[in-house]
């Protein structure tokens, strides 16, 4: 299973960047899909995740601001992130479940001015 994640890129503070990962290989449903992060020095957190049927959960500080969806024909799911803040600086990680996790390689969000 392979998760290939884009959208990441430097941007300024208030503004706005969509990621997107799309899952590949997998023969069972995709239960879960959604996106950790990790800034330096820290752990990895939930920020978003989507189940198949549509349920979101969303980390506190994110909620208002960010925005995960999915299309599950065809195994994506995107993070709409707006009112980035230089504390969303982090390397963003796609996540997706079947019976077993998998994870994405990593994009890197860059909050600054």
């Known amino acids: 299973v392979q998760l290939q994640a884009s959208g990441g890129g430097l941007v300024q503070p208030g503004g706005s960047l969509r990621l997107s990962c799309a899952v590949s290989?997998?023969?069972?449903?995709?239960?879960?899909m959604g996106w950790y992060r990790q800034a330096p020095g820290k752990e990895r957190e939930l920020v978003a995740i989507i189940t198949s049927s549509g349920v979101t959960n969303y980390a506190d500080f994110v909620k208002g601001r960010f925005t995960i969806s999915r299309e599950n024909a065809k195994n994506t799911v995107y993070l709409q992130m707006n009112s980035l803040k230089p504390d969303d600086t982090a390397v963003y990680y796609c996540?997706?479940?079947?019976?077993?996790?998998?994870w994405g390689q990593g994009t890197q969000v860059t909050v600054s001015s």
């Open positions: 996540y997706a479940r079947a019976f077993t996790p998998y």
């Open positions: 290989g997998s023969d069972f449903r995709l239960n879960v």
